[in-house]
């Protein structure tokens, strides 16, 4: 007896998930660009405002006196000490380079903090509320108990990010322990030579870019996970990003290639503002009521994005769920339905594509 064997159904692709993020963004288009990136334009505000206060070089940084600036050479400077005691080579061009962008990011992170717990989390948690269980279909946007179970997801949101973090600070400290034991062995070796400094040097970049981008996908999917899967992911945290872990598997190039258009973006509006604004700024030494306006309206665009790029993780949790319940369940009771049909004689060859589009709706 012949038996008909299912095959295991592919992720959903970057392109349908970025078009189903967009179009559940237009198809709510006035909550979402209301409550959700009004909460966030605080936060959209003092990333921008951080920016333009940070210096773009350690020489800068230096000269200037303002706070942000002495906050980025005391950072630059305690990271430099670190790197020539930990023997990386004071004139490699790769860690003056990383030693500036950490700075940069340490000093900005600093700066939002506040703002990132205060306001991005609670918008975070009303963008992905609205999108659980199927809550955009219902639209109870204005009722009480949609409220109250918003806040309740702020705890979970916050616990997770912390830990995220501890990972992203983890996963620094990995790299930089890896590139300190293979210097010190090829010096050791007396290999130290130009050109392994420069080959050193393009792995580490290429080992950092990986590491880091990798964190930063599980981390926003734990935060995601944290307020999708709240009521059984154990309050978010530490559990929320071993889940992620689990369901990144297989799924990393497709996270990456979703996180990719919006990172554009968020760049793109960082360079609008720099253009319009601190260009505006250092020209006429103050800042007009249209410039300010300007600097507002920037501000929105921003937080538009965050909403949209909550949006996209949102419904690329769902499409990982959805792979997970294929894998652990869906495939075996699929399989054995559409053995069924073979073994009586019957058309098999769209059950799996209406078994998929059944656990779309189901998820």
């Keep these: 007896m ?57 020489s800068s940084s230096s000269s200037s006196s303002s706070s942000s600036s002495l906050l980025l050479h005391t ?12 023997g990386f080579p004071p004139n490699s061009e790769f ?94 070796f007396g290999f130290y030579s130009p050109n392994t400094l420069l080959f050193l040097s393009a792995a580490g970049a290429v080992l950092y870019s990986i590491v880091l981008a990798n964190s930063l996908i599980i981390s926003n999917l734990a935060l995601v996970l944290s307020g999708m899967d709240g009521s ?8 929320a990003i071993l889940k992620a872990c689990v369901l990144i598997r297989g799924r990393a190039s497709t996270a990456l290639s979703l996180a990719l258009p919006v990172n554009f973006g968020f760049a793109a509006i960082e360079a609008l ?20 306006s300007e600097w507002v309206f920037i501000a929105y665009l921003y937080s538009i994005l965050v909403v949209l790029d909550t949006i996209v993780s949102c419904m690329f949790f769902k499409s990982c769920k959805i792979g997970s319940w294929w894998m652990d369940q869906g495939e075996g009771v699929i399989a054995n339905s559409c053995r069924s049909k073979f ?10 594509s209406k078994s998929l589009k059944r656990l779309e709706e189901f998820a």
């Design 232 to 239: 059984s992911s154990g309050g978010g945290g530490c559990m």
């Design 273 to 292: 503002f720099q253009y319009r604004i601190v260009r505006a700024l250092h020209v006429n030494g103050r800042l007009g009521y249209s410039v300010v």
């Design 75 to 86: 950072i630059y400077t305690r990271l430099q000490t670190l790197f020539d005691a930990a």
């Design 95 to 188: 860690f003056t380079i990383l030693n500036l962008k950490l700075s940069q990011t340490i000093s900005s992170c600093i700066f939002t903090f506040p703002f990132t717990l205060a306001f991005l989390l609670i918008s975070k948690a009303f963008v992905i509320q609205s999108l659980n269980n199927n809550n955009i279909q219902k639209k109870p946007f204005l009722s009480l108990s949609f409220f109250s179970n918003t806040i309740s997801l702020y705890l979970p949101l916050l616990f997770t990010y912390l830990c995220n973090s501890i990972l992203i600070l983890s996963a620094n400290a990995t790299v930089f322990t890896l590139l300190f034991f293979a210097f010190n062995v090829f010096d050791g």
């Design 343 to 352: 073994e009586d004689g019957h058309e098999v060859e769209n059950c799996g």
């Design 2 to 58: 012949q038996e008909y064997q299912t095959a295991p159904i592919p992720m959903e692709k970057t392109c349908k998930i970025f078009r189903r993020s967009i179009y559940t963004f237009l198809q709510n288009y006035h909550y979402f660009t209301t409550l959700p990136a009004l909460l966030a334009l605080p936060f959209s505000a003092s990333i921008l405002i951080s920016q333009a206060l940070i210096p773009s070089s350690s």
